[in-house]
């Protein structure tokens, strides 16, 4: 439909890869071999385009996670705020479906672990990038459409903290309800957030 | 003020806390040693307890960590949906700040992680079962107060979801903000739901 895209370089793929391994396993349980395996990539080719090693790769694996994420909103939210929930949403219904609930989020996957080194290290500056980028997208398109400045960031924040959780639950449960659930209920607020304009 | 409570055995110690260390660390990245580490209880009194290993440990863990706030539900439920969000609002709160924003929810570590195993092992069935009692309790108090089943249901289910994801977004950006910006969002939404009743 719009550029053909070009093939995903090596480095870009085991980038890929180790964005998916991370939202299954989580970042602590999963060593750089691991990633690399996932990827289908040699050791050493992994070591050579990330000489810094886990916390490299895992930096990246989150902020290509969260791009998606950022190009789906981007896209949809040209629609207004409606459409471009329903664009987050069908990004991660169909990741939960796709996987028989073994995947889910690798920016909340490496938010809910505890750094075993270093105060605050890159991977969850990422992560906390990551949520605050998605929060500050759907907050503006309320924002210009009528809603009140600090109810359009507070309806993001639980938009996207919803979603965010509701994914977990759909995991644990291995049933698409709890998603679907919090899918309606963010539909119907986000709704009756333009009915109101300020 | 209820009934003087006894010391916890060395067994309670140790289940204590490892939901503590998972709602850290994660359980992929955990063993059965850093479990018994963290409690301060001897690796072999902690297979002696725990004679199934880690799965068995992991899933009493879980549902302490569920317990705890089933317990605090229970008992402000009573004062109605508001009181009961309150205290699930408030023990969640005080888990972040008191880490300073390191511990998180060991329900919501244990979702997240694709079990290594076995298809739907105990520590995650434990899990949806306790994300499922929490939004019963607060779905039934709803419906006591005039809210529609079926929105009932809904409503807790996004209760339990954004709680669940707004700790994790204020664990990764460090601040309160993200979590006290969806109290108060849904704070509004329970008060607004018993004010239309069916």
């Given at each position: 439909m719009t550029t053909p895209r070009r093939q995903p370089t090596a480095r870009q793929r085991i980038v890929a890869g180790a964005a998916d391994m991370i939202s299954r396993?989580?970042?602590?349980?999963?060593?750089v071999r691991e990633l690399a395996k996932h990827s289908q990539a040699p050791l050493g080719s992994t070591y050579h385009y990330f000489p810094d090693g886990k916390a490299q790769l895992a930096t990246e694996a989150v902020q290509y996670g969260s791009a998606k994420v950022t190009r789906a909103l981007r896209r949809r939210l040209h629609a207004g705020p409606v459409a471009g929930l329903r664009a987050f949403l069908k990004l991660w219904r169909g990741v939960l479906l796709d996987s028989g609930f073994r995947a889910g989020c690798p920016v909340l996957a490496v938010a809910v672990e505890e750094p075993?080194?270093?105060?605050?290290?890159p991977p969850i500056a990422a992560a906390a990038e990551a949520f605050a980028e998605w929060q500050r997208l759907l907050a503006d398109s309320l924002r210009e459409h009528g809603t009140d400045p600090a109810q359009a960031a507070a309806l993001a924040a639980l938009t996207v903290a919803a979603v965010e959780g509701a994914v977990a639950m759909s995991r644990a449960s291995q049933i698409i309800q709890p998603f679907d659930q919090v899918a309606q209920q963010l539909e119907a607020l986000i709704t009756a957030a333009l009915d109101r304009p300020a």
């Open positions: 396993r989580g970042l602590n349980a999963t060593s075993t080194g270093e105060q605050n290290p």
